[in-house]
């Protein structure tokens, strides 16, 4: 196959998955309808997964479309992860009665997924700008997609009108760029972009706007809390976790590409973003009695601990990919992980109707093996071992304390134990609590076959990335070592 094709198979086997789920709609009805339209779409998106794993994979980097999309290890291993989040959350939307039949609910998550996978492997502004699109648009009508649920409409709503305001000024920022080196490609933008100067500090923060919204930093959260509440809970876990890779991997791409000659100057930027993400998100989570609130509090935190690694480059160095391969392989340990707390809330609150976390009181005995996936979740979450969070955290810090920035890992690991104390509150709730009656056994949570399968390759995938680390830091590494 040409490089051309192989660039975006895995985008072409989304798009005919969403083709299949538009052909196949109207001739199923009822519960047919329901199960049939989440195990199209789930089962598709893991055959492109497959297909992409057999024939996508890159021998040698290059470029495709003209310069427009990048074919290298570091946009294939971010597909493969947006891909899998896709077919997680398809799975766990079958369990939401309002998503379930919906087949334009399915064909919005797998817009978005190609809109994502294209973000991770843009080499042009434009590429860029429509991938983001791609991905904001169907996302916005998701987080609202439950018209008759006020807080559902708001989400939608918020998220939205913030996505709209901080894309115009990304896009402006887009449009300096263009204007001042005369290019669009990443690589000749750098030509231009030697020297720290009012114009590129300027740029620089325009963009750092867009992308940092798109990752949740502070100040560009103010949007999360509100939008992961109200969203439909497996809605919340994709944009928390997919969303967030491919942001992500635009700052790594982008950054690393076009602007290196500039690099100490975004780095100390980056770097007080960082430290003022992990501890407002993780202050503002010590509050919350909503545990959606709480997972999306701890989300921002999350990306604090992630920027990091990106801040750890370390320019015309030998040594300079720890902290990238760190910051690709915290993405993939962060989207097993939250991917399976969100999977839970929604689990639990199907049957409750409540996400206070008062209400988790007994649930180990109400579902026990729901309760060993929450403890595995989030003890991940905190950076405990022998979970992939904890190697994640390891491995950032370690890129930072090789790149110098010892007050950063200080920072870092304070916040660590902060974020410690409230998950261990929600899981004391799950574990050491009754519920009121103190009759559990009369109130088992089911869970559904999909919901099952899901949360098994889930919690083992958490085991695996933290017992067995070194294929996925492997993995990170050849995906790091592709900018450089």
């Known amino acids: 196959m040409s490089i051309n094709l192989l660039a975006i198979l895995p985008e072409i086997l989304v798009l005919l998955v969403g083709l299949l789920v538009l052909i196949f709609d109207p001739f199923w009805k009822g519960e047919n309808r329901r199960t049939n339209l989440g195990w199209l779409t789930a089962g598709g998106l893991v055959a492109a997964l497959v297909l992409s794993l057999i024939l996508g994979r890159p021998d040698q980097p290059g470029m495709a479309f003209g310069g427009m999309v990048r074919y290298d290890w570091l946009a294939y291993f971010f597909k493969m992860m947006i891909i ?80 709209a305001m901080t894309s115009a000024i990304f896009l402006y920022g887009l449009s300096l760029v263009y204007g001042f080196a005369g290019s669009t490609h990443y690589d000749k933008i750098g030509i231009y972009f030697t020297s720290a100067n009012p114009v590129s500090l300027g740029v620089l923060f325009l963009i750092i706007v867009g992308l940092g919204f798109k990752i949740s930093l502070v100040p560009f959260h103010f949007w999360a809390p509100d939008t992961y509440e109200g969203a439909p809970t497996p809605v919340s876990g994709f944009l928390s976790t997919a969303s967030k890779a491919a942001g992500f ?25 960082s430290v003022l993400t992990m501890t407002l998100g993780n202050l503002a989570a010590l509050g919350q009695t909503n545990i959606k609130r709480l997972l999306a509090y701890s989300s921002i935190a999350h990306a604090g601990y992630a920027m990091i690694g990106l801040v750890a480059y370390i320019p015309n160095s030998p040594n300079n990919q720890l902290g990238i391969t760190a910051t690709v392989f915290y993405m993939a340990a962060y989207i097993l992980t939250n991917l399976a707390a969100f999977g839970i809330v929604m689990a639990f609150g199907r049957v409750t109707g409540s996400d206070d976390i008062r209400s988790y009181d007994g649930m180990s005995r109400r579902s026990p093996y729901l309760g060993l996936a929450m403890l595995v979740a989030f003890l991940s979450l905190s950076g405990m071992p022998p979970f ?22 200080i920072i870092g690991v304070l916040n660590s134990i902060i974020g410690l104390y409230y998950y261990l509150t929600v899981l004391k709730y799950v574990f050491l609590y009754r519920m009121p009656g103190e009759n559990e056994e009369a109130n088992p949570i089911p ?38």
């Open 249 to 273: 991997v635009v700052l790594m791409r982008l950054f690393l590409t076009a602007f290196p000659a500039v690099a100490q100057n975004w780095q100390i930027l980056l770097a007080i973003l």
């Open 388 to 409: 992939g969070g904890f190697v994640a955290k390891v491995l950032v810090f370690a890129g930072a304390v090789q790149a110098g920035w010892y007050w950063l890992v």
């Open 84 to 163: 899998f989040g896709a077919a997680v959350t398809a799975m766990f939307m079958m369990d939401v009665e309002k998503l379930a039949g919906r087949a334009e609910a399915y064909v919005l998550l797998l817009a978005a997924t190609i809109g994502m996978s294209l973000m991770a492997s843009a080499s042009d502004l434009v590429m860029l700008y429509l991938a983001i699109e791609t991905t904001s648009i169907p996302m916005y009508v998701l987080a609202g997609f439950l018209l008759d649920d006020k807080k559902s409409t708001e989400a939608g709503f918020k998220y939205l009108l913030f996505g």
């Open 447 to 484: 869970v559904s076959r999909p919901f099952v399968i899901a949360m098994v390759v889930l919690t083992v995938g958490i085991i695996l990335v933290g017992a067995f680390f070194g294929p996925w830091f492997g993995f990170s590494t050849n995906a790091a070592m592709s900018l450089f």
